[in-house]
């Protein structure tokens, strides 16, 4: 029971922030080029964000919990051995420790980007620039890590 839930939360969790940062991207972002005036493209972009921000954190930290707890309740691999060398051994380690290197990427960019570059990017194009690189290099890592999750389903490989 406590996996079917944490298993629900998690897949819950993945669709609204992917969901999301697809949504800004492909949606938003096109809308607001639209816009003649760039205060107001940049004002309208930094208050999207802004709340985006919020509920997208919630959705990570909601993976970082029942990831763990999926683990533990149906795979038997507690916290402390998802790092050892005989877990990494087996096609499930390997694609999990593969998972757990671009989830640990993924949390530092996204820190940087949501925390740093993103509210400097209000009053500066270049960081503009620089937050919608990371903005986007973000959106494909958080692909991958699905691509991932599916082949750890799989078995791993
Ligand atoms: C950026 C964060 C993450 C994303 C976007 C993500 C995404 C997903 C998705 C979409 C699935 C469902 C697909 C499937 O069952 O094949 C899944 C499954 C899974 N995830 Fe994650 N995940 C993240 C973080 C984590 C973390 C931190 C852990 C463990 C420490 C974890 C462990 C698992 C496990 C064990 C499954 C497989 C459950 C099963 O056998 O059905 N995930 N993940």
Redesign the pocket.
């Known amino acids: 029971m406590l996996f079917k839930l944490a298993?629900f939360l998690?897949?819950l969790s993945?669709i609204f922030?992917?969901g999301g940062m697809l949504f800004l991207v492909l949606v938003v972002a096109p809308f607001l080029q639209s816009l003649p005036d760039p205060r107001e493209r940049s004002k309208i972009y930094q208050t999207v964000g802004k709340k985006y921000r919020l509920y997208g954190w919630i959705a990570?930290i909601i993976?970082?919990v029942t990831?763990?707890i999926?683990?533990y309740t149906?795979?038997g691999i507690s916290p402390g051995a998802?790092f050892s060398r005989q877990l990494h051994a087996s096609p499930f380690g390997k694609t999990l420790a593969v998972?757990?290197a671009f989830?640990a990427i993924?949390v530092t960019t996204s820190l940087i980007h949501d925390f740093w570059l993103g509210p400097k990017a209000r009053s500066s194009p270049q960081f503009t620039a620089i937050a919608k690189i990371f903005g986007r290099g973000n959106l494909i890592l958080?692909l991958l890590?699905?691509i991932l999750?599916?082949i750890?389903?799989a078995g791993g490989f």
């Open positions: 298993l998690h897949i993945a922030w992917i990570i993976l970082l990831g763990p999926m683990l149906f795979y998802i998972k757990l989830v993924i958080a890590i699905v999750a599916v750890l389903r």
